[in-house]
T-cell receptor, first 114, second 114 residues
Framework: DVKVTQSSRYLVKRTGEKVFLECVQD?????MFWYRQDPGLGLRLIYF???????EKGDIPEGYSVSREKKERFSLILESASTNQTSMYLC?????????????FGPGTRLTVL | AQSVTQPDIHITVSEGASLELRCNYS??????LFWYVQSPGQGLQLLLK??????LVQGIKGFEAEFKRSQSSFNLRKPSVHWSDAAEYFC????????????FGKGTKLSVKP
C-alpha cells in the first residue's frame, strides 16, 4: 500500500514564526502536492512538484514556499506564519501522468496560528 | 478552464436508504474522474475512478458511479447507506497536460440518520 505520512497531526504556532510541514511518501511517486482545506472552500492547491528540485505554484501560493530535495520528501514552509494560515494542510502524491493520476493523501496536519 | 461542481453542500439520509451524490464537470475532452471520501479529521481516500471504458464504475465500500458524457456528470451512488458512510465526499477531475493535477469540487457532507 502507498503510504503518505505527514510530520504532525496537530501543530500550534505563533504569528511570525517560520513553520515547516513535512511530507514523505514511500512509493517512488514523481508528483507531490500540498493543499489547504477550509470549510466551504474545499481543497485548494498551494504548490506541487513533478520532480526533485522542481516546483510549480498552485492556486494560492502566497505566503508559502516549498522544498523538494529528495524524491520522497516534499516540505511546505510558512516563512512568517499568520492567523489566516490556520487551516488543515493535506499532502498528496501520485505517479507521473499526463491526464491526472490518482492522488494518495496523507492524514493531514491541522495548523493553528495564534 | 476545467471545473467541478458539487451542487449539494450537505445531504442527510436515513440509514438503509439509497444515496446519490451529484457531480458535474466542465472539460473539453473525456476527463479522468475520481470520487474521494474524507472521514472527520482524516485525509482523503479514493472510492473509485473512471478513465475509459464501461461508464458504470464500481468502487470500494459498495459505492458506484456512472459517467454520463451528455450530462457532463459523474454521480456517486450507493443502494443502502450505513451509519459509517457519514463523511465528506469529493469529486475530482484530471485534466490533460496538468502534470498530475486534479481539480476538486468543494465537497458534499453526508449525514446519516439512525
Amino acid at each position: 500500500d502507498v503510504k503518505v505520512t505527514q510530520s504532525s497531526r496537530y501543530l500550534v504556532k505563533r504569528t511570525g514564526e517560520k513553520v515547516f510541514l513535512e511530507c514523505v511518501q514511500d512509493m517512488d511517486h514523481e508528483n507531490m502536492f500540498w493543499y489547504r482545506q477550509d470549510p466551504g472552500l474545499g481543497l485548494r492547491l498551494i504548490y506541487f512538484s513533478y520532480d526533485v528540485k522542481m516546483k510549480e505554484k498552485g492556486d494560492i501560493p502566497e505566503g508559502y514556499s516549498v522544498s523538494r530535495e529528495k524524491k520522497e520528501r516534499f516540505s511546505l514552509i510558512l516563512e512568517s506564519a499568520s492567523t489566516n494560515q490556520t487551516s488543515m494542510y493535506l499532502c498528496a502524491s501520485s505517479l507521473s501522468g499526463v491526464f491526472g493520476d490518482e492522488q494518495f493523501f496523507g492524514p493531514g496536519t491541522r495548523l493553528t496560528v495564534l | 478552464a476545467q471545473s467541478v461542481t458539487q451542487p449539494d453542500i450537505h445531504i442527510t439520509v436515513s440509514e438503509g436508504a439509497s444515496l446519490e451524490l451529484r457531480c458535474n464537470y466542465s472539460y473539453g475532452a473525456t476527463p479522468y474522474l475520481f470520487w474521494y471520501v474524507q472521514s472527520p479529521g482524516q485525509g482523503l481516500q479514493l472510492l473509485l475512478k473512471y478513465f475509459s471504458g464501461d461508464t458504470l464504475v464500481q468502487g470500494i465500500k459498495g459505492f458506484e458511479a456512472e459517467f454520463k458524457r451528455s450530462q457532463s456528470s459523474f454521480n456517486l451512488r450507493k443502494p443502502s447507506v450505513h451509519w459509517s458512510d457519514a463523511a465528506e465526499y469529493f469529486c475530482a477531475v484530471g485534466a490533460r497536460g496538468s502534470q498530475g493535477n486534479l481539480i476538486f469540487g468543494k465537497g458534499t457532507k453526508l449525514s446519516v440518520k439512525p
